[in-house]
T-cell receptor
């Protein structure tokens, strides 16, 4: 069962910040939030991940609420090439020191000129 | 370098054929994964190999048979597939089971 809920689709103007929300109200204390994106018919691309603190890298920023029940992925200056499906994912521990990614349904982000 | 390669890019096979998908990484990663993705759905985990041993099999039908000949290579052998097995098959790898997974471009499979 998915542990995350995301809007089905969003639009954003080119050059503006794209803010993608994700709810993960049942997340446990040691479960990480991951974001990947998938451009049409390609493999998923890793963007960023975090546990409690906000994170930033060259692609994006991840803001996690203090109660960890939701997060927002921010693409600071969206370009047309950022049009993709963005997946919010919770990484859970399973038996035998294994881990699995529990994928959300994804948000289709369309960047408009 | 975070490159995972997959061959072939596309594959069409009949229900009586035997074929194999190949995945390779040279990042020194010790965990490798097979996922299946149907259109407009997120990827679904099929198998996980950790240190060349199968650690997770998500109740995948036996017509899919994974193999990890060495730490850089992962195969998925296909036999007697059904049309509903048509999908994008994705390979991923990570440094260890708890680390970030990096995906290949996938093999698009069509079963006739």
């Amino acid at each position: 069962d998915a542990k995350t809920t995301q809007p089905t689709s969003m639009d954003c103007a080119e050059g503006r910040a794209a803010n993608l929300p994700c709810n993960h109200s049942t997340i446990s204390g040691n479960e990480y939030v991951y974001w990947y994106r998938q451009i049409h018919s390609q493999g998923p691309q890793y963007i960023i991940h975090g546990l409690k603190n906000n994170e930033t890298n060259e692609m994006a920023s991840l803001i996690i609420t203090e109660d960890r029940k939701s997060s927002t992925l921010i693409l600071p200056h969206a370009t047309l090439r950022d049009t993709a499906v963005y997946y919010c994912i919770v990484r859970v521990a399973t038996l035998g020191s294994n881990y699995q990614l529990i994928w959300g349904a994804g948000t289709k982000l369309i960047i408009k000129p | 370098d975070t490159e995972v390669t997959q061959t072939p890019k596309h594959l069409v096979m009949g229900m009586t054929n035997k074929k194999s998908l190949k995945c390779e990484q040279h990042m020194g990663h010790r965990a490798m994964y097979w996922y299946k993705q149907k259109a407009k759905k997120p990827p679904e985990l099929m198998f996980v190999y950790s240190y060349e041993k199968l650690s997770i099999n998500e109740s995948v039908p036996s017509r899919f048979s994974p193999e990890c000949p060495n730490s850089s290579l992962l195969n998925l052998h296909l036999h007697a597939l059904q049309p509903e097995d048509s999908a994008l098959y994705l390979c991923a790898s990570s440094q260890a089971a708890r680390q970030t997974q990096y995906f290949g471009p996938g093999t698009r499979l069509l079963v006739l």
